[in-house]
């Protein structure tokens, strides 16, 4: 009888994405001959705890080890090579080409290839950027050598370039080290996903003496001591940090005649195959689908990179599994605050063609009454008509991730903003309210939806010969200013000066946060006023937006 020969899989590249495959792969075919060629010294870590190992918050460096060649086949019986490069693809003969620590090169057959060497941080070629103060961060060698920086040369000043993710983490990292931090955005705001209002409420949040935002600048070159910028300023600086983004790394997959995709990453399919069916790519080098438009997309982010390991994996050991493409669902805090965001923007959605709109509310964390409670905000993008669930973004200190993670959890099946009004979510005091902030930004999304009140949009929305109403307490106005040319009649005043409102006249009701206005505007339409709008998201939203002198 003949003999079977066992399926042999080579994966390029550790960490997330090709570790998850591998052990994927041994799951799927015992019987499977499997390797990973790891260039750098670790096969599997946890580099999305860099930054908080940096701050302190992890004290054992040993914990970042996520696998060691060691266990690696201890438990599953799979070959991983560090230090071990790969230096080119012959997809004729199935081969790779692989440089080891001593120099000496060899080739390795497979029957199948999976690509996962992520990205390599960007590096602009900017003055100075070779400094020893200056640093990328990417694996563990860059965490010892920011880390050795810290703890010998003591830096006083950190400036971050990129308001990104990990630009935020680590900003975030050297403060809980003592330092002075800056981070500098080229983009008119941090964190480029957000919208911009979303963006600036962080700002506001997080902006300390000694933590702050520089947005709309381009660092031009680096001196010992200073950063300098396009528009002739400066800052104090004895640690940088480039944070500027990624970029694909997918040369071994060019030379190889693989195709590579609009967003520069390897184009694949559901199954996570390239162009060849043989060779598969995962993770920040994959380009797949976006899941709402189908758009082919680059998400760099570790848990997709998990999932289309664990994909590729199976469907090179046999199986058949296909990856639905990913929403961008993501989570940073930022000193006390936490933003989280899932599915389009506001310009992705109109970019993407959909007719949308948004509301925004602010809530608390948990019951209001129960001690610790702290203010939340969701912005929902929904279609128009439909009221589909497009995208989500919220911001508070409590609860974000629990928010953030059903509404991502919508978007993938399909629900709609009337869905969110009745969704059934645990509630007891100390985690949440009868009705919950999601509840709440159902109730409100709708409402717009339907038409049951007019409303007007702060983002787009700007005063033209409307009657403004501004209904809140007086003190209010005193703490945080108020738009020009409103009216003030409180609320529980309204209903008794109706006659000192024009009947000719379109009237904008507002409050602080909506939801006096939406009141007031229902008194009003109630009252037979036929030309009613209420402002949505209220007075903060609108300075949030810009409407107005403060």
């Known amino acids: 009888m003949a003999m079977t020969t066992s399926r042999r899989i080579l994966i390029v590249g550790g960490v997330a994405g090709g570790a998850s495959a591998a052990a994927r792969a041994r799951r799927v075919d015992e019987s499977a001959e499997i390797h990973v060629f790891e260039r750098g010294p670790y096969i599997s870590f946890a580099n999305c705890g860099l930054p908080y190992f940096l701050a302190g918050e992890i004290d054992d460096r040993a914990k970042l080890i996520v696998m060691t060649p060691e266990r690696f086949w201890s438990r599953s019986r799979i070959h991983a090579h560090v230090g071990h490069e790969v230096l080119s693809i012959d997809r004729t003969a199935r081969t790779i080409r692989v440089k080891g620590p001593d120099g000496t090169e060899r080739d390795e057959r497979y029957d199948r290839l999976i690509l996962s060497q992520g990205a390599k941080p960007i590096v602009p070629p900017i003055p100075g950027v070779d400094l020893p103060h200056v640093f990328t961060l990417r694996d563990i060698p860059d965490m010892d050598r920011i880390a050795r920086f810290l703890d010998e040369r003591k830096p006083r000043r950190a400036v971050v370039i990129g308001g990104g993710f990990i630009g935020l983490e680590m900003a975030e990292a050297f403060h809980r080290r003592g330092l002075h931090v800056t981070v500098v955005e080229r983009t008119p705001h941090i964190l480029p996903l957000l919208d911009p209002d979303m963006a600036e409420l962080l700002q506001q949040r997080t902006r300390l003496a000694d933590f702050d935002f520089q ?176 995208g989500a973004q919220v911001i508070g200190e409590q609860g974000i991730d629990k928010r953030t993670d059903i509404l991502a959890t919508a978007i993938a099946g399909k629900m709609s903003i009337f869905d969110l009004e009745t969704l059934d979510l645990a509630y007891s005091p100390p985690f949440g309210s009868a009705n919950d902030p999601i509840n709440t930004a159902g109730f409100v999304a709708s409402h717009i939806a339907r038409g049951d009140i007019a409303t007007v949009a702060p983002e787009t929305w700007r005063p033209n010969g409307e009657y403004l109403l501004d209904v809140r307490d007086p003190d209010e106005l005193e703490d945080f200013g108020q738009l020009p040319g409103a009216v003030n009649i409180p609320l529980v005043q309204l209903r008794d000066r109706l006659g000192e409102l024009p009947r000719n006249r379109r009237i904008v009701t507002f409050c602080q946060k909506g939801q006096r206005g939406y009141l007031a505007a229902c008194a009003l339409q109630g009252s037979g006023f036929d030309d009613v709008a209420n402002l949505r998201g209220g007075f903060l939203q609108a300075k949030l937006n810009g409407l107005g002198r403060f």
Do not use: W
């Open 215 to 390: 947005v709309g600048a381009a660092a031009t070159a680096f001196t010992p001591e200073r950063v300098h910028f396009a528009d002739g300023t400066q800052l104090a600086a004895d640690l940088v940090l480039l944070s500027v983004g990624v970029k694909a790394e997918v040369e071994l997959a060019r030379a190889a005649g693989l195709e590579i995709g609009a967003t520069g990453g390897v184009k694949t399919n559901g199954r996570m195959e390239s162009s060849d069916p043989h060779i598969y790519a995962v993770g920040d080098a994959a380009e797949t689908t976006h899941t709402l438009t189908g758009a082919r997309a680059r998400i760099a982010l570790a848990g997709p990179a998990n999932r289309q390991g664990r994909i590729a994996g199976t469907n090179a050991a046999g199986g058949k599994l296909t990856y639905p493409g990913a929403l961008g669902t993501s989570i940073v805090r930022v000193l006390t605050t936490t933003v989280g965001f899932t599915g389009l923007n506001s310009a992705q959605a109109a970019a993407a063609g959909f007719s949308a709109f948004t509301s925004m509310t602010r809530d608390f964390s948990h019951a209001h009454y129960y001690p610790g409670a702290t203010p939340i905000v969701i912005k929902v993008i929904a279609e128009e008509g439909t009221g589909r669930l497009l």
